[in-house]
Structure formats: C-alpha cells, structure tokens
C-alpha cells in the first residue's frame, strides 16, 4: 500500500501524503467513535494488533525480542476482559502469557534461560505500552453517560498537540527540543501544540456541559503526555536502528510511518486520562 502510494505520488510532499491520509482515515475513526459499544472495539482490535506486532519486530535480531505470539493474543484477551468487564480473565491472561512465552523461549534456546526471562518482560512491555492503552480507550468510550464526550476529549489533545506541533514547528520552529532522540522536533512546535490542544480541549467540556474544576490538572496535563508519548516512540525506533515503525505490507497511515508512530500520543494520552478519571470515579 505505502510502496504504491509513493510511486504514484513521487511529487506529493509528506505534508500532502499526511493530510490525504488524514482525510481518508478521520471519517471511519469518527464514525467507529460514534457508534461505540462492539464497533468501536471491532475498529481498535486490529489497530492494536498490528501496533504490538511492529513493537515486537522493531526489536527482532536482538536478544531482547519479545513474542508477538503469545503477547498479540493476551491482548486481544484483555481487551475482551475489559469489554466485558471479567477483572479475572485479564489477570489470569497475563500470567499464563508469561509462563507460555518462557516454555516458548526455553524450547527455542535452551540454554539460555536469562535470555528467555529478558524475552517474557519485553513481550509483557509490550501489553502494557500497547493493549492496556487502547483497552483503556474502549473502557472510556463505553463509560455512561458521556463517553463520547471523554473520548473526544482525547482525541482533542492527542490531534490538537500533534497537528499544531506539526504545523507551528514548520512555521516558526528553530530551537531544537530533543535533537538527539527526534531532530525535527522543536520547542516552538511543542509550544504550539500543547496551546492548540488545550483550547479545544476546553471548548468540548465545556459546550459538552461536564466542565468541572477538578478537570483542569489532566487537561493542562494532557499534552505534555502526548509530547512524552511522541518522544518516547521516536527514542525506541533511535534504540533499535529504525526510521518508522510499520512492518512491510502493514502501512496503515501512508505519510505518518506505522500505526505506533500514529498512535504514539494517543497511547500515553490515554493512560493518563483513564487513570485520572478512574481514580475520581468518573469513568
């Protein structure tokens, strides 16, 4: 798909591939958002999916590769869990995900069990830096009764601090705000991007009639997540020698690298945003 597009397109700049991409994809999010329930989890299994599967390839030919085998599926479970609300089921999915994958690992290299303990904890990094956050994202569109309202919320920081750092830094950026993890980030555009996320964050709560003062503290916070969130991936592709995240035939968001370079923010956004909520009984 990637591969077509470029050819096709050679004289598209990369700002054009992002916003055709952006054109195309943004209607199906909005409407899987709208919809919820079942749909919205259709949409986010494979988004998942195929975001854990580039985390385990950017590490392969390394020691410390997790398994996308047992990790992918323990995913998927706790999504369902949290779907259906079963706390058990994704307790007992990750550590039969950690016995599974040591039995894998041990058999594959036998003599070699610090190495299989080493591939156990990334493939459980995995979960944790991927499946959680997107089960979390669908826990917080099927909270009642404002769920799409929160979800909009995230969506507002996560695409608000993204597009404005993107475009201000274009502009106006000329101090480079993390040269040696991501060099075309710069401190204008980060500054730009956590003012553009903030004011439509606002707006929603607000019109949505949910504003209360004890919102204030994540939505400030909010895009300093998107921002480390971003960071963060970039640092994993600098760490194992990558340029985008996507694996060969995968490239889901031409102009934009992989899914995880996609969802990057949103992964730490969401977090951020569930745990706040959860901890004062909102969600």
């Known amino acids: 798909m ?8 050679k004289g598209l700049t ?10 195309i994809l943004l209607p199906i999010v909005v409407l899987a958002s709208v919809l919820g329930g079942f749909w919205f989890l259709a949409f986010m299994l494979p988004v998942m999916s195929i975001g854990m599967l580039e985390f385990y390839v950017m590490e392969k030919d390394t020691t410390m590769q997790g398994s996308s085998l047992t990790g992918i599926p323990t995913g998927i ?5 949290f779907f259906f609300n079963i706390a058990s089921l994704w307790q007992i999915a990750l550590l039969v995900c950690a016995v599974l994958t040591l039995i894998l690992e041990m058999f594959r ?5 610090h190495r299989a303990l080493a591939q156990v904890g990334i493939t459980i990094c995995g979960i944790l830096y991927i499946a959680f956050p ?15 309202v929160w979800i909009a919320v995230v969506y507002a920081i996560t695409w608000g601090t993204d597009t404005f750092a993107y475009l201000t830094g274009r502009l106006f950026g000329k101090t480079k705000l993390a040269p040696l993890i991501s060099p075309n980030k710069t401190v204008e555009g980060a500054i730009g991007g956590i ?42 592709k600098r760490f194992f020698k990558i340029k985008d995240s996507y694996v060969k035939g995968l490239n889901l968001f031409p102009g934009h690298g992989g899914v995880l370079d ?18 004062f009984g909102i969600v």
């Open 2 to 9: 990637s591969n077509k597009l470029h050819s096709k397109n």
């Open 14 to 23: 990369n700002f054009q591939v992002r916003v055709i991409t952006a054109v």
């Open 77 to 81: 479970i706790i999504a369902l869990a």
């Open 109 to 113: 290299q036998p003599k070699q069990f």
């Open 134 to 148: 997107m089960t979390f994202l669908v826990s917080i569109r099927n909270s009642d009764p404002d769920g799409l």
């Open 195 to 236: 003012f553009g996320a903030w004011i439509p964050t606002f707006l929603i709560l607000i019109a949505s009639g949910i504003f209360q003062p004890i919102l204030i503290p994540i939505v400030l916070i909010g895009p300093f997540l998107a921002v480390g969130g971003d960071l963060f991936e970039s640092a994993l």
């Open 262 to 279: 996609r969802i990057d923010a949103l992964l730490w956004v969401t977090t951020g945003i569930y745990l706040y909520l959860y901890l």
